[in-house]
């Protein structure tokens, strides 16, 4: 690895091949400048100045502190956005115009020019309608994001966090994580396959070594196994696999370990796919299979290894621990559970909570158990499990993700063709931006490997193959 001193800057540029590298990593302001006590105020003043300003029964008190604190607190998150002061910034930016980076088609943003930089929500829903165009790559773009663009919540993103995200994590009906999960993964596996690749996996892969550039398909591999190790799978073991997507991961364990392995998804393009490439793999149906079904409606029968790999986003942050209780009635007692699951950091920045919401609408609906770490672990010991080890793997999935950006970029022609411009460009911008979040720690990924907390469980055992010793 070859780094370099960026001129006027005192940070190194990392030259690896394996990823790609940070042009400019700026940091934005966050929690280090915000300030929950004056949030507690204004969530109790504001009542309070409304009760005595209109002379209302002190009975009305409560009712609008409780009425009026997400509006608040979404209002005072748009006001922080705005004002507050980036901290420890050590990167300085080209210092280019706003029109170096973007075309203005639309009269209506023509405000955005020289140094007036546009918010980013602004930008990417403009860029999606065709009011605005890009006058590069989009990634490298991206790249130079802090030079045109200003991270700040709109009116528009408060008003979805308020009535959209919020209800949508509060309800996680059955119904509403099928319409949410069909409407999304049966758009068509042709959309799919553009960026996946022939793997068909949309999970993060694994880099072997950081100093190699491996392709998109030995990165799926080397988490295919990977998985498979961690977890020790074995011949004639139960493996349940839940969220399988395309099903590879379960064909992947019939075929190389001999698992009697089933996959579960409430995908109806995901099933038929997955089936299919079961028999690809020369595997019987007897020993694999995929069923489309929701992970609620899963028989309680008992399994040997049980993995969910970036699912359980998808099962709410309410229902999340109800989650892993079935997951534990489901397991053996000596069996092993392999999670894993996108997170983000606690020391969060408004560029992440900005990201998090354009995921939301555009990408991953419904995904609100996406945490810190700490949440994680504690979600997993007050289930009953103990936390055997934990990988974060948020840089091997920027790696990924930017290998399915370029996938995706070389397959621009057909996907407009046949889905139109504005997925085209919807999706250059969650791979683009994705593999920046994901490399500078915003959103991570946390591999996590664990088993009933039992007295009688072979603790000895599950060491003398674990990863140190291998």
Same mark, same amino acid.
């Given at each position: 690895?070859?780094?370099?001193?960026?001129?006027?800057?005192?940070?190194?540029?990392?030259?690896?091949?394996?990823?790609?590298?940070?042009?400019?990593?700026?940091?934005?302001?966050?929690?280090?400048?915000?300030?929950?006590?004056?949030?507690?105020?204004?969530?109790?003043?504001?009542?309070?100045?409304?009760?005595?300003?209109?002379?209302?029964?002190?009975?009305?008190?409560?009712?609008?502190?409780?009425?009026?604190?997400?509006?608040?607190?979404?209002?005072?998150?748009?006001?922080?956005?705005?004002?507050?002061?980036?901290?420890?910034?050590?990167?300085?930016?080209?210092?280019?115009?706003?029109?170096?980076?973007?075309?203005?088609?639309?009269?209506?943003?023509?405000?955005?020019?020289?140094?007036?930089?546009?918010?980013?929500?602004?930008?990417?829903?403009?860029?999606?309608?065709?009011?605005?165009?890009?006058?590069?790559?989009?990634?490298?773009?991206?790249?130079?994001?802090?030079?045109?663009?200003?991270?700040?919540? *709109? /009116?528009?993103? $408060? +008003?979805?966090?308020? =009535?959209?995200?919020?209800?949508? %994590? &509060?309800?996680?009906?059955?119904?509403?994580?099928?319409?949410?999960?069909?409407?999304?993964?049966?758009?068509?596996?042709?959309?799919?396959?553009?960026?996946?690749?022939?793997?068909?996996?949309?999970?993060?892969?694994?880099?072997?070594?950081?100093?190699?550039?491996?392709?998109?398909?030995?990165?799926?591999?080397?988490?295919?196994?990977?998985?498979?190790?961690?977890?020790?799978?074995?011949?004639?073991?139960?493996?349940?696999?839940?969220?399988?997507?395309?099903?590879?991961? *379960? /064909?992947?364990? $019939? +075929?190389?370990?001999? =698992?009697?392995?089933?996959?579960? %998804? &409430?995908?109806?393009?995901?099933?038929?796919?997955?089936?299919?490439?079961?028999?690809?793999?020369?595997?019987?149906?007897?020993?694999?299979?995929?069923?489309?079904?929701?992970?609620?409606?899963?028989?309680?029968?008992?399994?040997?290894?049980?993995?969910?790999?970036?699912?359980?986003?998808?099962?709410?942050?309410?229902?999340?621990?109800?989650?892993?209780?079935?997951?534990?009635?489901?397991?053996?007692?000596?069996?092993?559970?392999?999670?894993?699951?996108?997170?983000?950091?606690?020391?969060?920045?408004?560029?992440?909570?900005?990201?998090?919401?354009?995921?939301?609408?555009?990408?991953?609906?419904?995904?609100?158990?996406?945490?810190?770490?700490?949440?994680?672990?504690?979600?997993?010991?007050?289930?009953?499990?103990?936390?055997?080890?934990?990988?974060?793997?948020?840089?091997?999935?920027?790696?990924?993700?930017?290998?399915?950006?370029?996938?995706?970029?070389?397959?621009?022609?057909?996907?407009?063709?046949?889905?139109?411009?504005?997925?085209?460009?919807?999706?250059?911008?969650?791979?683009?931006?994705?593999?920046?979040?994901?490399?500078?720690?915003?959103?991570?990924?946390?591999?996590?490997?664990?088993?009933?907390?039992?007295?009688?469980?072979?603790?000895?055992?599950?060491?003398?193959?674990?990863?140190?010793?291998?």
């Amino acid at each position: 690895m070859a780094s370099s001193v960026k001129p006027g800057a005192s940070w190194k540029k990392t030259n690896y091949p394996s990823i790609k590298n940070a042009e400019y990593p700026v940091e934005v302001a966050g929690n280090e400048s915000f300030n929950n006590l004056h949030l507690a105020m204004v969530i109790l003043g504001v009542p309070s100045m409304i009760v005595t300003i209109f002379k209302l029964p002190l009975w009305a008190y409560p009712l609008l502190v409780v009425g009026l604190a997400l509006p608040i607190f979404a209002s005072y998150f748009v006001y922080g956005s705005k004002f507050a002061v980036p901290f420890n910034n050590r990167v300085q930016t080209p210092g280019k115009k706003v029109e170096d980076y973007l075309t203005i088609v639309d009269p209506a943003f023509q405000q955005y020019k020289g140094k007036n930089r546009i918010p980013m929500e602004t930008f990417f829903e403009a860029y999606f309608d065709g009011k605005i165009d890009i006058n590069q790559d989009c990634l490298e773009l991206l790249e130079n994001r802090h030079d045109w663009a200003v991270f700040q919540m *709109t /009116a528009s993103q $408060a +008003k979805f966090f308020v =009535t959209q995200w919020i209800p949508e %994590t &509060l309800w996680h009906s059955k119904k509403q994580d099928e319409d949410q999960v069909r409407d999304h993964y049966d758009r068509g596996d042709d959309f799919y396959a553009a960026f996946l690749g022939p793997r068909m996996i949309y999970t993060s892969g694994i880099m072997s070594d950081v100093n190699k550039k491996e392709s998109l398909e030995q990165m799926q591999d080397n988490k295919l196994k990977l998985v498979c190790e961690k977890i020790q799978l074995k011949k004639g073991e139960r493996h349940l696999d839940i969220g399988c997507g395309w099903g590879t991961l *379960t /064909a992947y364990a $019939a +075929k190389n370990y001999g =698992t009697d392995s089933t996959g579960i %998804t &409430l995908g109806l393009n995901q099933t038929a796919f997955g089936n299919n490439r079961i028999k690809e793999y020369g595997v019987p149906e007897s020993q694999a299979r995929i069923k489309c079904m929701d992970y609620r409606d899963i028989p309680r029968e008992k399994w040997d290894k049980i993995t969910c790999l970036e699912m359980a986003e998808h099962v709410g942050i309410r229902k999340f621990n109800e989650f892993l209780l079935q997951v534990k009635d489901m397991l053996n007692d000596d069996g092993l559970f392999y999670l894993q699951i996108a997170g983000l950091r606690a020391t969060w920045q408004y560029e992440d909570f900005i990201w998090g919401l354009f995921m939301a609408k555009y990408v991953f609906p419904g995904a609100d158990a996406s945490m810190p770490l700490y949440w994680v672990i504690k979600q997993l010991e007050c289930a009953g499990f103990e936390v055997q080890n934990v990988d974060t793997i948020g840089v091997h999935y920027s790696a990924t993700i930017h290998r399915w950006y370029l996938n995706w970029m070389s397959n621009q022609e057909s996907i407009t063709a046949t889905y139109g411009k504005k997925w085209f460009r919807t999706w250059e911008i969650f791979l683009a931006w994705s593999t920046i979040i994901s490399r500078q720690g915003s959103a991570t990924c946390y591999q996590i490997v664990a088993h009933k907390n039992l007295n009688a469980f072979d603790r000895t055992g599950l060491q003398a193959k674990n990863r140190f010793n291998a």
